[in-house]
């Protein structure tokens, strides 16, 4: 199961590279002997004046050991997809671990180099749950987990950044996208999108994470488009776990 949330991050524990794209990484599931592994915290961002942050990694059996591989990734967006690709910015360590039942593992995120200067830079952090041997021997079926956790550093600014969303509607025959460009130099995290029509009624589209826009970078959603009219209404989502939802204003639509 892959799991990517997005929640504030906290300073204390808690109770073949070849470039591929985070698709790729999004469904992980196969027969294994526990599925135990949990990672806390699931958002990692690190000042400018930062060089680390923790990430800590716990194994929830009480009884049974288990092992994880942590590995570490640069996140750009190219022609609507997420691609992750090899880099030397972040190190990871220890990047393998064996947690004894019910135990936690300090993983530290270590900044190589300067910070960087206009936009912020992504990365994301794979942890995988990897297999025993002992698996092998079991015929259960059980999961392994696979988390991957974003990591957002700080420019160097004296000025606060942000983002900046132009959302605009694409349509190709029956199909309906939603295409948002992000002008601003900070992601936005886009969640719970809903549609409220002409009428004020309030459609729900979206539920959960919808997907990230990175700075300078554009998106794209499939819309249900079927007996659907998006003219004279308005798109609503929560940007970046805000409590208050926020109007998604359209730009000209194309297509």
Not at 225 to 252: C, M, W
Request: proline share 7%; net charge negative; charged share 20%.
């Amino acid at each position: 199961m892959a799991t990517d949330f997005s929640h504030a991050m906290s300073r204390r524990p808690p109770t073949a590279w070849a470039r591929i794209t985070l698709a790729a990484l999004a469904c992980f599931c196969i027969p294994a002997f526990a599925a135990s592994l949990q990672v806390a915290p699931t958002l990692v961002e690190l000042a400018a004046s930062e060089r680390g942050e923790a990430v800590w990694l716990t194994n929830t059996a009480a009884d049974t050991p288990t092992r994880a591989q942590v590995r570490l990734f640069r996140w750009t967006q190219k022609n609507g997809e997420d691609i992750l690709e090899p880099t030397s910015d972040l190190a990871i360590s220890p990047p393998l671990t064996e947690l004894a039942g019910g135990a936690q593992q300090l993983v530290r995120v270590i900044r190589t180099g300067p910070p960087p200067t206009g936009a912020e830079a992504s990365y994301r952090i794979i942890v995988d749950e990897v297999p025993r041997a002992e698996s092998s021997d079991q015929t259960g079926l059980n999961f392994l987990l696979r988390y991957s956790i974003p990591v957002f550093v700080l420019p160097v600014t004296e000025a606060p950044i942000g983002y900046d969303l132009a959302p605009r509607l694409e349509s190709t025959g029956e199909q309906v996208m939603l295409v948002v460009t992000n002008r601003g130099l900070q992601h936005a995290q886009i969640a719970d999108l809903s549609y409220v029509d002409r009428s004020g009624a309030r459609h729900e589209l979206m539920s959960g994470l919808v997907g990230y826009v990175l700075p300078g970078q554009t998106m794209r959603w499939s819309l249900p488009s079927a007996g659907r009219d998006y003219s004279g209404g308005s798109f609503k989502a929560r940007i970046n776990g805000e409590a208050v939802e926020q109007t998604l204003k359209l730009h000209p639509a194309s297509g």
